[in-house]
């Protein structure tokens, strides 16, 4: 079994940073794809970005040259570095691990964009 346990996120003003934290236990996290979804108010929960076991990189469009995903696998680490927010960013933020069949989801934590 694996848990996930996000932090950092916050309330920030329009164009501010914020980094997002999620650790992992267990023993898997090396060989594991893991990614980081949101879920803006009244709106279904999207991909913003994930990387592979191997360190591969995809983002979802709107968020492109703003936030970088990376990985610490010493330290069973995965985080999400958001630059230049917007007010449009504002979503509940998710922690994802999954490897083959398996998936494995965070409590999320929130992040708040002020205009």
């Known amino acids: 079994q694996v848990q996930l346990v996000e932090s950092g996120g916050g309330l920030v003003q329009a164009g501010g940073s914020l980094r997002l934290s999620c650790v992992a236990s267990?023993?898997?996290?090396?060989?594991?794809?893991m990614g980081w979804y949101r879920q803006p108010p009244g709106k279904q929960r999207e991909l913003v970005a994930d990387?592979?076991?191997?360190?591969?990189?995809n983002y979802v469009d709107s968020v492109k040259g703003r936030f970088t995903i990376s990985r610490d696998n010493a330290k069973n680490t995965v985080y999400l570095q958001m630059n230049s927010l917007k007010p449009e960013d504002t979503a509940v933020y998710y922690c994802?691990?999954?490897?083959?069949?398996?998936?494995?989801w965070g409590q999320g934590t929130q992040v708040t964009v002020s205009s």
């Open positions: 994802n691990g999954r490897r083959g069949p398996l998936g494995y």
């Open positions: 267990g023993r898997i996290f090396s060989i594991m794809t």
């Open positions: 990387i592979t076991s191997g360190g591969s990189t």
